[in-house]
């Protein structure tokens, strides 16, 4: 399973982008998949998940301007990012886990990892 996240950039605070993870050897109607982030000299954390069944998952600080969602027929998990701030400067992570469990906010509880797209947004 490969995992290619895409989509960052440098963007204004208040700005939008919208992060792309894209799946393959897998199906990703059949995992869960996270997003997580690592700003620098931080420890990664957790953004936001998606179950098979569709159930999200957020961090606090995502709640209203985050939104996960995917895409079956593209294999592709998304992260819609609104009114973005400063502090959401970080790479990010995708992530993904096709046996059950319920802890999609530990990084360990994923098996598979994207390379990480970087996320500036300046003040």
């Known amino acids: 399973v490969q995992l290619q996240a895409s989509g960052g950039g440098l963007v204004q605070a208040g700005g939008s982008l919208r992060l792309s993870c894209a799946v393959s050897g897998g199906t990703v109607s059949t995992y869960a998949m996270g997003w997580f982030r690592q700003a620098p000299g931080k420890e990664r954390e957790f953004v936001a998940a998606?179950?098979?069944?569709?159930?999200?998952m957020y961090t606090d600080s995502a709640k209203g301007r985050l939104t996960i969602s995917r895409d079956n027929a593209k294999n592709t998990v998304y992260l819609q990012m609104n009114s973005l701030k400063p502090e959401d400067t970080a790479v990010y992570y995708c992530a993904a886990r096709n046996r059950f469990g319920t802890t999609w906010y530990e990084a360990s509880f994923y098996d598979y990892w994207g390379q990480g797209t970087l996320v500036t947004v300046s003040s």
């Open positions: 998606i179950g098979w069944s569709g159930k999200t």
